[in-house]
């Protein structure tokens, strides 16, 4: 039991991404064309456009329709995170039904791998965002943005840890 709770300890965290290059291990593909997906795949942006409209929208609807982008590229990186933590939940069952051996270091490096390829299009598409917030709104309303992200990341951390406890 004590190494199910381990292995359900490493692959949470190694999904999360914190452990980052922590242990240098170089990202590679895993594999899996499924997970390869969910870490790869650039994310869909929609930003702003006056000419669109036809007319300019107002600053209170600019920011509202940045803010509708930002939490569209957070639901997004919510939902793919959560189907690869599933993904290796499947894998890890289906090994264990199969009797194969479970191997701690190959489930951290496959996850590890897809989790830190998921921050960096998670940050590559927040990126593209906070560039025309501070180019049409302001550096200050860019900097808040940048900050939430930031707490919003570090929320996500808090989460998969505080999941991870509840499972001992």
Known sequence: ?????????????????????????????????????????????????????????????RIESYETSYEQLIHEAERRMDEIVTEAQKEYVTKKQ??????????????????????????????????????NIGAKKATDLKEEFRQTKKQWRANLLAEVKGSF
């Open 1 to 61: 039991m004590k190494k199910i709770l381990l292995l359900f300890v490493v692959v949470i965290i190694a999904i999360g991404g914190y452990f980052g290059y922590m242990f240098f291990i170089k990202s590679h593909d895993t594999a899996d064309e499924e997970v390869d997906q969910l870490a790869d795949e650039a994310y869909e942006i929609f930003l702003p456009n006056d000419s669109a409209e036809g007319q300019q929208m107002n600053p209170a609807e």
């Open 98 to 135: 199969n009797g194969e051996d479970i191997s701690f270091s190959y489930f951290f490096s496959k996850y590890n791998s897809a989790a830190d390829r998921l921050e960096a299009s998670t940050d590559e598409g927040f990126q593209t965002i906070h560039e025309s917030v501070k180019e």
